[in-house]
């Protein structure tokens, strides 16, 4: 076959287009260096995406997280923000000094707005713990460590290709070698196209220590940065053990911010008042009240029997259909604050369900022969 001034034996041309058309033999990595490379990218991924989603977390305000990114990428320092729970807390003081201070309203309003900044700066010392102790590791982590790992893996890519190259081209000076080098034939009529002179034949074996030695040098780069990128990849498994240590204080931060706020909603509970007689009072009906006078002894004690049980007697009458019975483990130890409700054990199992109309944040549970409303906040409903 020709190829431009070329005369290329069959042989030849297997060999050029072997090489040329990338079915040469290539160098491949270690096996370990390749399952390491696969641990880091997961690692990567990994870490991108929880960071992510924890950012969401413990602050769901696009807008907000946007500001703190640039304030973070100016090197500033972030101005206070005031919490929702303390925003809040104040809404409900300036309501309470309109309202007066003195109403059975503006005392609870003041009461609840006590705790409500109770809990605005519960949350905001655990938004500062979780900065420190596990977003910003992450963060130092996806853009220190793995950016210099990332600048190792990609000259270590390049080495395999240079290796490559250097190798083709030693094999190519090694395989034109011997066939300039052999003996002509001269019982043959025909003349020998690949008969050299000795010059040409020198200048073949310069370009085949030529090409060894790049060869070699493409060999001692390969192996240096292969071994670089195999120490940084294996300071993942460091990087594994920091993040644990960090995930650690996030999860005892999360925890002490919940105990916190289950503290104080405990404090808010036994403060604020319960009864729903004591706030809301029942309407009394004008029959009641254009009684005859003579009957106003009597009129008190039938109102303090009916007082003792409002609401139970409610429920009892009712006796709305029982839907979406189903078992929940008590969380926590409650004690009922009426008679309406019903006291809880921690551990204990009880039976609840809903009836239309109640508070979403209360079921009726069902213990024996007990009934009464329990918070949903302190049970763990079962399948």
């Known amino acids: 076959s020709t190829f431009g001034n070329k005369t290329l034996s069959d042989s030849d041309s297997d060999i050029f287009t072997e090489e040329k058309l990338g079915q040469a033999e290539k160098t491949e990595l270690d096996p370990h260096l390749e399952n390491l490379i696969t641990r880091a990218d997961s690692t990567k991924n990994w870490t991108e995406k929880i960071?992510?989603?924890?950012?969401?977390?413990?602050?769901p305000?696009?807008?907000a997280r946007i500001e703190e990114f640039i304030y973070d990428k100016l090197d500033k320092k972030l101005p206070s923000r005031t919490t929702n729970a303390e925003l809040l807390g104040q809404y409900m003081l300036d309501a309470a000094i309109e309202f007066g201070s003195d109403t059975p309203y503006g005392k609870t309003?003041?009461?609840?707005?006590?705790?409500?900044?109770r809990l605005g700066g519960a949350e905001r010392e655990f938004l500062h713990t979780s900065a420190v102790t596990f977003l910003s590791p992450l963060r130092n982590f996806l853009e220190g460590d793995w950016r210099t790992i990332s600048v190792s893996r990609a000259a270590a890519g390049e080495s395999p290709l240079d290796l490559d190259i250097c190798k083709a081209r030693l094999k190519k000076a090694s395989w034109q070698k011997p066939k300039r080098r052999a003996t002509p034939d001269f019982q043959e009529t025909r003349p020998r196209n690949y008969v050299l002179s000795a010059s040409a034949s020198a200048l073949l074996s310069e370009e085949v220590d030529k090409a060894e030695h790049e060869l070699r040098v493409a060999q001692t780069e390969f192996d240096r940065q292969a071994e670089v990128t195999r120490l940084l990849l294996e300071g993942i498994s460091s990087t594994h053990l920091n993040h644990l240590r960090c995930l650690q204080d996030f999860a005892e931060a999360q925890a002490t911010y919940y105990a916190q706020c289950h503290h104080y909603m405990q404090d808010l509970q036994r403060d604020a008042p319960h009864s729903s007689a004591s706030v809301c009072p029942n309407p009394v009906s004008p029959a009641f009240l254009s009684g005859p006078a003579s009957s106003g002894a009597a009129v008190p004690a039938a109102s303090s029997s009916s007082s003792q049980k409002p609401v139970t007697l409610a429920m009892e009458q009712s006796q709305l259909p029982v839907t979406g019975a189903r078992k929940a483990r008590v969380l926590y130890d409650y004690d009922a604050h009426d008679t309406s409700e019903l006291s809880l054990l921690a551990d204990e199992l009880i039976t609840v369900y809903t009836?239309?109309?109640?508070?979403p944040d209360w079921l009726i549970g069902e213990r024996g022969n007990e009934k009464g409303k329990v918070p949903v906040t302190y049970l763990e409903l079962l399948s």
């Open 51 to 59: 960071l992510k989603q924890t950012e969401v977390l413990l602050q």
């Open 61 to 63: 305000n696009p807008s």
């Open 109 to 117: 309003l003041i009461t609840v707005a006590e705790y409500q900044k």
């Open 355 to 359: 009836v239309p109309g109640m508070d």
